[in-house]
């Protein structure tokens, strides 16, 4: 999958959030969206995968050479985020259950190997609203990576957890480098992995041109 954007930009009322993105993001490479809180992260990742209307340039999305309408992209794209919510009427294994009637997981895993990976067996059956926002963040971050998708976007991805599932959630990162479309919106280099190119949101403020600069290597 290959999301290109061109001369990109989304304001609020006279504000510009971003302004002049224009690169290609391509299938098998890892992106950190960084930037001073409130400069619009989460907005741009929203942007990319299609919730949010920009305000100006274009935003296309291709696989296998295909142009993928943008009505029909969200089969394609997974996503993570703190304040995405989980149905806390739900046990563990109800939502994911439910979760995977809509998408595939990325090697046909069964209920019980999925908790595995997790590393949440012994919560199988105890509601989510049982849960501490640490296992609710496990849980959403392994619905959307193990879900057999292009694109992965993750939002403040380590939110919330524990350095034992912080290395956790890096281990399992690392394991889909190379293999999908990764963003991962965060000011904590500890969450993606050394080397990944930056997009600074500080890069892309009130520009009047098409800004192909201001993606860097960590």
Known sequence: MTISVSNLGKRFNREWIFHGLTTEFKLGNTYA???PNGSGKSTLMQVLWGQTPYSMGTVSYEINGAIIPDDEVFPHISIAAPYMDLIEEFTLS???DFHFRFKKTVTDLSTKSFLEKLQLEEAANKPIRQFSSGMKQRLKLGLSMFSACE???LDEPTTNLDSRSTQWYMENLIGLTGKKLIFIATNQPTDY?????IINLSDFKRVTTPHKQGIQSS
């Open 33 to 35: 969206i960084t930037g």
């Open 94 to 96: 109800e939502q994911i």
């Open 151 to 153: 694109a992965l976007f």
């Open 193 to 197: 992995p050394i080397g990944t190119p």
